[in-house]
């Protein structure tokens, strides 16, 4: 049986930007990932808009991204373009530190196709925060088992959007808003969703505790003897990977769901 629920594999979906080939189209080049989320339940009287996460550094200098996800009853794969920027502005959320590098984009008439499957991430009920981390595990929640959705090194399949899973653990919470995870983390896998897995009472449980943002090298010196001088910086992949909080991303989208709600006078 699988560990990963349903619901997390179908709300990541590969991230690409726009490249030219070699015949002059524009063609999506896959890059990264992103999940989707809502604030509250489908169910709840309060307007339901789902949003796209990802790193902020994904998007930059881009007026569009492409989205890959399912539609109708077949899971036809089908590619979305999203607009970044529309009549010159933003068309995406940011959080209030400007260093935190998470964007949320609001998909609602923003180039999804009709029957699109987004089986979103309900941040109320399908995520855990910082604090009831550490409340939970102790301080620093060392050890703690968690596996990361994404799409690294450019493995996008035509035939699927089924996202690579890669397991580790918390190797140390840093503050409320971020923490370090022991995982391999490559090129393509910004915007990951860091998943905690656990087994409460007998019954697995999978919660969103945070995105993927960056891996942190290991970087040598090598030194000439002969003229006591760098000649050589050689960096390579440490295991570890810095990540923001399920937090970062509450603070982001409770912020865009009301402009929203209100430029949509819902």
């Known amino acids: 049986m699988s560990l990963v629920y349903g619901e ?117 009920t399908m995520s855990i925060d910082s604090y009831a981390i550490n409340k939970e595990y102790g301080i620093g929640a060392l050890g703690v088992s968690v596996y990361m959705l994404g799409f690294p090194m450019g493995l996008v399949d035509d035939s699927t959007s089924i996202p690579i899973c890669r397991n580790g653990c918390i190797a140390r919470y840093t503050n409320r808003m971020s923490f370090i995870v022991d995982i391999q983390n490559y090129p393509g896998n910004s915007g990951s969703p860091i998943i905690l897995h656990r087994n409460l009472n007998g019954k697995l449980e999978n919660k969103l505790i945070g995105i993927v943002n960056s891996y942190i090298p290991y970087t040598e010196q090598l030194l000439n003897i002969q003229t006591n001088r760098v000649d050589m910086i050689k960096t390579e992949n440490s295991g570890l990977a810095n990540a923001y909080s399920v937090d970062c991303i509450k603070e982001i989208v409770n912020e865009a769901y009301i402009e929203e709600v209100n430029k949509l006078n819902l």
């Open 8 to 124: 997390f594999l179908l709300s990541v979906n590969p991230i690409g930007i726009p490249m030219l080939d070699k015949n002059g189209n524009t063609v999506p080049h896959w890059i990264a990932m992103g999940f989707v989320v809502i604030k509250n339940s489908p169910n709840d009287k309060e307007p339901y808009i789902p949003f796209i996460i990802t790193n902020k550094h994904v998007i930059q200098n881009c007026q569009k991204i492409y989205i890959k996800m399912y539609k109708g009853n077949n899971y036809e794969q089908t590619i979305n373009e999203i607009d970044i920027i529309k009549n010159d502005k933003k068309a995406y959320y940011t959080h209030c530190k400007d260093e935190v590098d998470i964007v949320a984009i609001p998909i609602f008439g923003n180039g999804i196709a009709n029957n699109t499957i987004l089986s979103p991430i309900n941040l109320e």
